[in-house]
């Protein structure tokens, strides 16, 4: 079954989880991406991940099991969805950590899962009624990362002019954004092409300022999640007394978002000059980066809508920091201490790892809570800084029962909660940062 409409393709089928079936689940994976107009390379990555996740999962199940797999063209990335019935799968090998043992067939029986992880672009996992467990898997287009764009001279003159932006017109954006050598660029604008597939699909909105034919600056947001956007720049590329530019561009998007249904808007990069008039300060981090120098990372914050309240479970030290950041803050939240939900914990634990190179930072992000937790984050922080990462940082959503389970874990190994951000995640976001590992660097 097929829907297409001009923003997102799916495409989806269910089928028996047995042996016999996983040609048709390849043959689907690797087809669906063809007919979304995705490279052979990029479609294998697809098919080698359903063959290995398949081929491992399907000695798991029980018997007249069922699999359902879906493909998205999202534009500028294809998401997979797996899902099956399974309690207590075996997800070690999604993690980075993980080595195969060559002398271990039980080590060696998991190599199939590892390269499945290691083959896409992201992988998160979801945790539904009935041990049902949902994999989900993107592969980004491949996009060339240079391109070569002029920045307007110096004496541009002449009146400014506010654009939308075609997607020519972002892609040529994007490559003076990093022509400028601008700091906190995200992954997409250093790919002009990805910028401008995510301005056609509908998963990004700019606005550009022009003098004449030249672009002087930008800024772009973004969705970061349902009730959530994050906001990118501005960056500008010629002098701007009095912050004239940098206003004019910010009063526009500010406006538009705000006419939107989302809750709130977060910035997080370097400072903003005159940021109190369209934000509030929640807070910032001191970065090291690879070559020494400290930068500063500033998240800000706008309320967009007001707030319905909510209801999260939790104890100990996040306990505390919630508290105190709703107060400060003015959240309408209840925290509910040592009650909720009793979840049960898997053998093994599973992280994502996002790595910014340029700024040296690890952001982590659990994916499934086990008895394992304490040590595994050891062994990604014992891995990350060998690989000469300076600083660390795990996401945790409030809304989330497998990222709360990990709080105990995260006090354990030396990580502290520094920064909220509202309405980031399931339900809210919280920053945690490894002070202590920081400090011994």
């Not at 989880?17 to 040609?23: A, E, K, T, V």
């Not at 795990?394 to 989330?400: A, D, F, K, P």
């Amino acid at each position: 079954m097929i829907k297409q409409n001009k923003q997102q393709k799916n495409a989806s089928l269910r089928i028996p989880l047995s042996m016999p079936f996983l040609p048709l689940a390849v043959d689907f994976a690797g087809k669906g991406a063809r007919g979304f107009a995705y490279t052979d390379k990029e479609s294998h990555s697809l098919e080698l991940a359903v063959e290995e996740l398949f081929s491992f999962y399907v000695q798991k199940v029980a018997a007249d099991s069922a699999v359902e797999l879906e493909v998205e063209d999202q534009g500028y990335r294809l998401a997979l969805s797996i899902s099956f019935q399974m309690a207590n799968p075996d997800m070690r090998a999604f993690n980075l950590v993980w080595q195969v043992n060559p002398d271990s067939e039980e080590s060696l029986e998991l190599l199939g899962p590892m390269i499945a992880a290691r083959s896409v672009s992201s992988l998160r996992l979801d945790f539904g009624n009935d041990d049902r467990i949902t994999l989900r898997m993107t592969r980004n287009r491949d996009y060339p990362t240079t391109q070569v764009a002029a920045l307007p001279p110096p004496n541009t003159q002449g009146p400014v002019r506010l654009v939308e932006p075609s997607s020519s017109d972002l892609r040529h954006f994007s490559a003076m954004v990093s022509a400028s050598g601008a700091p906190f660029i995200p992954g997409f604008l250093a790919s002009p092409g990805m910028a401008a597939d995510m301005l056609a699909a509908g998963h990004l909105n700019a606005i550009l300022a022009l003098r004449g034919d030249w672009i002087i600056g930008g800024v772009l947001w973004r969705p970061l999640t349902d009730s959530c956007l994050e906001l990118y720049g501005p960056y500008l590329f010629n002098d701007d007394p009095d912050d004239v530019v940098l206003t004019l561009l910010l009063d526009e998007a500010v406006g538009r978002i705000s006419r939107s249904r989302f809750r709130g808007l977060v910035r997080r990069q370097g400072q903003l000059q005159g940021y109190e008039r369209f934000f509030d300060l929640l807070g910032e981090l001191d970065l090291t980066g690879i070559s020494g120098a400290a930068t500063r990372s500033t998240y800000y914050y706008r309320q967009l809508r007001e707030e319905g309240g909510g209801v999260v479970y939790c104890s100990g030290a996040l306990a505390t920091f919630l508290a105190d950041q709703y107060n400060r803050l003015c959240l309408p939240r209840q925290l509910r201490e040592n009650g909720g939900e009793q979840l049960r914990l898997r053998d093994a634990s599973v992280l994502a790892v996002e790595l910014e190179y340029p700024r040296s930072l690890a952001i982590i992000r659990p994916l499934c809570a086990g008895k394992d937790m304490a040590a595994n984050l050891a062994a990604h922080l014992d891995l990350l800084q060998n690989d000469g990462i300076n600083n660390f940082m795990v996401e945790i959503n409030t809304g989330r029962s497998e990222d709360i389970a990990f709080t105990d874990a995260l006090e354990a190994t030396g990580f502290v909660p520094r920064l909220l951000i509202p309405d980031a995640g399931l339900g809210d976001l919280v920053i945690y940062e490894h002070r202590v590992r920081k400090q011994q660097s």
